[in-house]
């Protein structure tokens, strides 16, 4: 195996065209790291981005943030600004492992490891949250909902790297929530996460909702038919069965040690409950 520590993207182009062996990046390496310990994967060559221009900092843009791709979990959390404006992101990141881990974890390891339970993305989701993705020729911006293409697996080129993820602008009385269902009360897997976003006019009417689930599919499903019951109604008026059974309807879970079908598919709905209500009530909503 060998590592490489380039310092620009330039270097990393000349990396990725040096041959067509296995390629890992390592940013956080809380994901990749374990992988190698146990012999999950056996990369030939494994490029440290740490030290790559542009990739680090939460930075002001166009009413929103820009996370760079080595930003840590922990500096989400401690950033008073992206936690105002998108505070469900902000809590779905701070779920990913211990204490420790969350000074290295990154969001968008997160994201590229293609995980159906990764519990940021169901949250960014819901942000509708796009991701700027370089490679050796070009640059795209692809929506975070578009990159895992089933478990493990990316729509990314292996010539393509992560640069950055963009939450966007957002009207007042917006807000979003996320919650997961875990077998243990901290650093599991989630069996179920969702993510919700929305917007509420002055009399607290939704006006736009996104709803999100992880865990329940092969990759983390966005549900236009939740965000429908959402949309036109209030906290009060919410029709919340009609909610669940949208978010049910849409799971397509499997069974495994961590859950059945059956039970997963009646935590989405719940969850998909809670979660809206939570929601609301941060963007104004009356409870």
């Known amino acids: 195996m060998r590592y490489e520590l380039p310092e620009t993207l330039a270097d990393v182009a000349r990396l990725l065209s040096e041959g067509d ?5 390592l940013a ?4 990749v790291l374990a992988q190698l310990n146990a012999g999950l994967i056996e990369p030939d060559l494994v490029i440290d981005i740490k030290r790559l221009p542009g990739l ?7 009413g929103g943030y820009r996370i760079g791709a080595v930003v840590s979990c922990a500096e989400m959390s401690e950033h008073a600004d992206l936690k105002a404006l998108w505070p469900g992101v902000v809590e779905a990141a701070a779920l990913i492992g211990s204490t420790q881990i969350q000074g290295r974890a990154t969001i968008t390891g997160n994201i590229c490891n293609g995980s159906p339970a990764a519990d940021s993305v169901p949250a960014l989701v819901a942000a509708d949250a796009v991701a700027t993705i370089v490679g050796a020729d070009d640059r795209r911006e692809l929506p975070v909902a578009e990159i895992a293409s089933g478990p493990g697996k990316t ?18 009385r917006s807000a979003d929530a996320y919650q997961r269902f875990i077998p ?3 650093m599991d897997i989630a069996v179920v996460g969702v993510g919700v976003s929305l917007t509420l006019d002055e009399g607290g009417t939704c006006t736009a909702a996104r709803v ?3 865990a329940v599919a ?11 019951v959402l949309v036109g109604a209030t906290l009060e008026s919410t029709p919340m069965d009609e909610l669940a059974r949208a978010a049910s309807n849409a799971c397509r879970p499997i069974d495994d040690k961590r859950g059945t079908i059956a039970f997963r598919t009646h935590v989405a709905g719940v969850l998909a409950r809670r979660v809206a209500t939570q929601a609301f009530k941060r963007a104004g909503g009356r409870s």
Do not use: K
């Open 212 to 214: 999100a689930l992880g």
């Open 56 to 62: 680090q900092g939460i930075t002001a843009e166009n």
């Open 184 to 186: 243990r009360t901290e």
């Open 21 to 25: 062996g296995v390629v890992r990046f």
């Open 218 to 228: 092969e990759t983390v499903i966005l549900v236009p038919e939740a965000a429908a």
């Open 155 to 172: 729509t990314l080129d292996r010539s393509e790297i992560m640069e950055s993820i963009f939450v966007p602008a957002r009207p007042p």
């Open 28 to 31: 956080g390496g809380t994901d």
